[in-house]
């Protein structure tokens, strides 16, 4: 582990497999799920999971996407879905960028912003604000009738 790498447990799903189960159309055990240790990269958007974790949790690939490196190269990726996130007792449904075979999986600015969680290097965790800690507190910038 490199000097204020925040690295975190992650399980994923299948959104598909989910929402099947939901339907009663799917065993719950057969809903396609793996537990990774992933990197928290907040200088990542998107969240990346390796193509190989792609195929397991069978997720559709459906668009591409132009991504800029940290050494100023751009490369395509392909877009993944639809996934379901569970960090701690937080959970979102996103897509995935999907990297090449064996890379790490990162988990991008997105992710942290809609589950609501905080990096602190220092301390090296991800944990949830202190002001929302039952359930994440999105910010918005246009009125909303109550």
Known sequence: MKIGEI???????????????????????????????????????MMLLPKEAVEKLGLVVFDKTIVSLADDRRIQLDRAGDLVVHIGDRTMVTDCLVGPAGCEPLIGQLIMESLDLIADPARRTLTVRPESPLRPTLKMKTAVAA
């Open 7 to 45: 690295r975190v447990k992650v399980r994923f799903e299948n959104g598909m497999d989910v929402r099947l189960c939901d339907a009663r159309k799917l065993a719950k055990r057969k809903i396609r799920t793996i537990e990774v240790d992933a990197i928290v990269d907040t200088g990542a958007v």
